[in-house]
T-cell receptor, first 113, second 114 residues
Framework: AQSVSQHNHHVILSEAASLELGCNYS??????LFWYVQYPGQHLQLLLK??????LVKGIKGFEAEFIKSKFSFNLRKPSVQWSDTAEYFC???????????FGSGTQLTVLP | KAGVTQTPRYLIKTRGQQVTLSCSPI?????VSWYQQTPGQGLQFLFE???????NKGNFPGRFSGRQFSNSRSEMNVSTLELGDSALYLC?????????????FGPGTRLLVL
């Protein structure tokens, strides 16, 4: 069975700082990778996803992620965070055509104004 | 398009009772998945339904069950509630095209078991 690790449980940054959140998965085959965000009081929503092609994927709100197959990683990045990026971020993976998402434990990001 | 809707939004039950939660997917979506979110265990997959059939099931006891109707609406049921069942239950819908399709999540039903 696949698993997902998010290394940072809580990250605190000042506005305009750069962000990188780590995500590693364990599964030897083909995976689909996702980053979801949960803003306070709101639904989980998709930031970006990777399933094939260019390993550098761009998502909403200036976020991007790079899939590095050799490292089983899918780290999320943003060059300059804003206060409104304060939220919990979840990395998730599924395998093939299965819709069962396996989530990481989440990273709480707090951006100080 | 309207998003995924879940009812009720909040629910308080006592141990031993049973509960039914409802989910209406985005129009045209035929796949509905359920997840449990708790502070201790995070987000965990319960099961997925497609065209009224359970296609996949997570590692939860048989007290957790679900079904899907012909209009793709889904319900999940938890019988003989335990304190540990207190959680946010999320429903997600997606099209049938494949695993890479985005799952769209609803607001969740927050269940408190006393």
């Amino acid at each position: 069975a696949q698993s997902v690790s998010q290394h940072n449980h809580h990250v605190i940054l000042s506005e305009a700082a750069s962000l990188e959140l780590g995500c590693n998965y364990s599964y030897g085959g083909t995976v689909n990778l996702f980053w979801y965000v949960q803003y306070p009081g709101q639904h989980l929503q998709l930031l970006l996803k990777y399933f094939s092609g260019d390993p550098l994927v761009k998502g909403i709100k200036g976020f991007e992620a790079e899939f590095i197959k050799s490292k089983f990683s899918f780290n999320l990045r943003k060059p300059s965070v804003q206060w409104s990026d304060t939220a919990e971020y979840f990395c998730a993976v599924n395998v093939g055509s299965a819709r069962q998402l396996t989530f990481g434990s989440g990273t709480q990001l707090t951006v100080l104004p | 398009k309207a998003g995924v809707t879940q009812t009720p939004r909040y629910l308080i039950k006592t141990r031993g009772q049973q509960v039914t939660l409802s989910c209406s997917p985005i129009s045209g979506h035929r796949s509905v998945s359920w997840y449990q979110q708790t502070p201790g265990q995070g987000l965990q997959f319960l099961f997925e339904y497609f065209s009224e059939t359970q296609r996949n099931k997570g590692n939860f006891p048989g007290r957790f069950s679900g079904r899907q109707f012909s209009n793709s609406r889904s319900e999940m049921n938890v019988s003989t509630l335990e304190l540990g069942d207190s959680a946010l239950y999320l429903c997600a819908s997606s099209s049938e095209r494949g695993g890479s399709e985005t799952q769209y999540f609803g607001p969740g039903t927050r269940l408190l078991v006393l």
